[in-house]
């Protein structure tokens, strides 16, 4: 009761502020927005600089499984969300997994996203996302939204895990289900699923 008491809050509360997205119900906004990718098909390549300075491209990590975490420090959803997607990293980074924060938020500064990190603990770098163009090209809607890739090629996206707020619990874990299959070369069950979250502040 609690949990849907928060959504119905959260919907009203935040929709005027760019929304929330729950089970997969989109606000007009989105409407311009490109779908992403099918499951099977290559994503869009990218080039971003991450919080220290360093680039990060889709070349770098094309023989990866690589992990794309479109994230929002100022997304309660996305920083609810953190502790989960950090473990995962530190447990399929070493076994050769690439985790890779993208910050598209319009007004979120290099140095926030660097502060945002130190504070969280986040194990892996965030890019910065210039006028959401990387998040338009992907079909990227709100914070947090996965996408793993297993050699370029998109093998799951949506949401972490089946979390109805910020801090719920969640009895389906999509991502870290999907990372296993993949280590242990197998097919990913469950491919795609509605994300969950806020949406991303775009710039336009």
């Given amino acids: 009761m609690k949990t849907t008491f928060f959504l119905v809050g959260a919907l009203v509360v935040m929709l005027g502020a760019g929304g929330i997205v729950a089970n997969g119900v989109l606000t007009n906004a989105f409407a311009a927005i490109p779908d992403a990718p099918e499951i099977g098909k290559p994503m869009p390549a990218f080039e971003l600089k991450d919080y220290a300075g360093n680039t ?3 070349a770098m990590y094309q023989d990866k499984i ?3 975490n479109f994230s929002s420090q100022q997304c309660p959803f996305s920083r609810g969300a953190d502790a989960t997607i950090n473990a995962l990293a530190e447990e399929y980074g070493a076994q050769g997994v690439v985790f890779l ?3 598209s938020h319009e007004s979120t500064t290099v140095e926030e996203m660097k502060m945002h990190a130190d504070k969280a603990s986040v ?3 965030i890019l910065k996302d210039p006028e ?3 998040a338009d090209a992907a079909g990227a809607r709100v914070t947090p939204e996965i996408y793993v890739l297993n050699k370029g090629v ?3 996206h949506g949401p972490p895990d089946n ?3 910020p801090e719920g619990d969640a009895n389906e874990h999509y991502l ?3 990372l296993a299959a993949l280590v242990a070369g197998e097919e990913v069950k469950i491919t795609r699923k509605s994300a969950w979250g806020c949406s991303i502040k775009r710039a336009n």
Avoid: C, Q
């Fill in 163 to 165: 979390r109805m707020g």
């Fill in 123 to 125: 194990p892996y770098p």
């Fill in 66 to 68: 690589l992990v794309l």
């Fill in 154 to 156: 998109l093998a799951y």
């Fill in 56 to 58: 990060h491209s889709s």
């Fill in 132 to 134: 959401n163009k990387y």
């Fill in 101 to 103: 924060g993208i910050d």
């Fill in 176 to 178: 870290a289900n999907a």
